[in-house]
């Protein structure tokens, strides 16, 4: 499956930005999907994940403030990020399961990812 990520940019803290990721060549409905980020000198890490049957699941931080939702017709996962902070700027990553099992928070489970989106808070 291939992965295609969009809807990064600059916003200013306490903004909104809506990340999405769409899916190709792949059974899309059978997929656990999960968002990672990297930010500057820091490794990449978990965000939200949601499950091939819909569950979610989110990085504490962003528990609240995030809302991750996918669109099996249109092969879509989205991430809506809220009162958005500085530290939430880094390139996002899309990452797709093709197991079915339960959501992974783990980098080394996913085995496909889309390129990152950058993501800019400014303060």
């Known amino acids: 499956v291939q992965l295609q990520a969009s809807g990064g940019g600059m916003v200013q803290a306490g903004g909104s930005l809506r990340l999405s990721c769409t899916a190709s060549?792949?059974?899309?409905?059978?997929?656990?999907m999960g968002w990672f980020r990297r930010a500057p000198g820091k490794e990449r890490e978990f965000v939200a994940g949601?499950?091939?049957?819909?569950?979610?699941y989110y990085k504490e931080s962003v528990q609240g403030r995030g809302t991750i939702s996918r669109d099996n017709a249109k092969n879509t996962v989205v991430l809506q990020m809220n009162s958005l902070k500085a530290e939430d700027t880094a390139v996002y990553y899309c990452?797709?399961?093709?197991?079915?099992?339960?959501?992974?928070?783990?980098?080394?489970?996913?085995?496909?990812w889309g390129k990152g989106t950058l993501v800019t808070v400014s303060s």
């Open positions: 990452a797709a399961d093709s197991r079915l099992r339960p959501i992974k928070t783990t980098e080394y489970e996913y085995h496909n």
């Open positions: 060549g792949g059974t899309f409905s059978r997929y656990g």
């Open positions: 949601i499950s091939w049957t819909g569950i979610t």
